[in-house]
């Protein structure tokens, strides 16, 4: 039985994982540098309390209608378990395409990794850093930061490009140069996030659930989180999520974070003046927040090695949206399967 690494616990991930689960393979790992599961689909929590979260990351999931096909069932077994409802929350400024559907998850949009992840039946480890991929005895050893080496038949990476580039060891060599080329040639913007914790019975006063900001240099997005998953309670404190524009995140990115905090903060007092002060403050960098430009030529993976099989994916290799890394999930599930 073929033993399978997944690097990355994002959604193309956890998606490629629970598609793998049933085939001819042995066990699966899922290996994330990250605490938790989700990529940037991540859910924090207040350091308070724990009920109280944020979606630092993706804030709702769109299903186009008409380009759905396949992915269709994807999003109708989400919702059949409630790990996604419909976005009913007003949302100022929101461009809404016709035939078009909005989802919020209400456990936080951690929860539909989360959800992959268990279906998967995988053995999943967090805080494990992957530095290093060589071939050893026609096996792949993968070696992290923390622990020992270990060796796996088939390695799935699927993290954003310029980590995959950034990888050390025989990988380095088993890329060749016009694969390194297209790798190269991916790109992201930046942002910052800052997820706003409080107190249970603080009181928010705004008429939006969520708003869109064009007239700021600063701020993009603000949404009050529990309003928009709709799970507004007594018993758990309001949250709020705010989102820098891509200039801002980009101009910013290797500023110190408590200066980046304290100047999101000012322009935030302008936009809401009537907002209390949190109890809690998280300040999340998306070095690689959205796809800007995928890899060409690529239908949703790449492989960089067919014996043992090396291949990587998510959406750096077709665009970033849910559907984005499902069909790359899709893609890498059809291709590993393809080799058994």
């Not at 109890?279 to 959205?290: A, G, P, T």
Request: glycine share 8%; charged share 20%.
């Amino acid at each position: 039985m073929a033993r399978v690494l997944v690097v990355g616990a994002g959604l193309t991930g956890g998606a490629c994982a629970a598609l793998l689960r049933g085939a001819a393979l042995g066990r699966i790992a899922v290996w994330e540098k990250a605490r938790g599961a989700g990529g940037r689909m991540s859910t924090s929590r207040s350091a308070q309390d724990a009920a109280c979260t944020a979606d630092l990351g993706a804030q709702y999931v769109t299903l186009e209608t008409a380009r759905a096909g396949s992915r269709r069932s994807f999003y109708e077994e989400l919702l059949s378990h409630g790990i996604l409802k419909p976005l009913t929350a007003p949302i100022e400024g929101m461009v809404v395409k016709e035939g078009s559907c909005n989802y919020v998850a209400p456990q936080g949009i951690s929860s539909v990794v989360k959800y992959y992840l268990k279906q998967s039946g995988a053995d999943v480890f967090y805080e494990q850093h992957v530095t290093h991929v060589s071939l050893r005895d026609g096996k792949w050893e993968v070696f992290r930061k923390m622990g020992p080496p270990e060796q796996f038949d088939i390695v799935i990476l699927t993290m954003p490009v310029p980590q995959i580039l950034q990888l050390q060891g025989d990988i380095v060599n088993i890329i060749n140069e016009s694969q390194k080329q297209q790798l190269e040639s991916a790109s992201y913007s930046s942002r910052y996030a800052l997820g706003l914790f409080y107190e249970a019975g603080t009181r928010i006063d705004v008429p939006w659930a969520a708003q869109y900001i064009t007239d700021n240099p600063c701020i993009r997005f603000i949404s009050i989180d529990n309003k928009k998953r709709n799970i507004e309670s007594p018993e758990i404190g309001p949250s709020v999520v705010v989102h820098t524009t891509v200039t801002f995140g980009s101009e910013h990115l290797d500023s110190d974070p408590a200066e980046v905090q304290r100047l999101i903060l000012s322009h935030l007092e302008r936009i809401v003046p009537s907002l209390p002060k949190p109890v809690s403050i998280k300040c999340q960098k998306w070095r690689y927040s959205q796809v800007t430009k995928a890899v060409p030529s690529c239908l949703g993976q790449m492989i960089l090695h067919t014996q043992p099989l090396l291949i990587c994916g998510g959406d750096g290799f077709t665009r970033s949206s849910f559907d984005g890394c499902i069909d790359s999930a899709m893609s890498l599930a059809e291709a590993v399967k393809s080799h058994l």
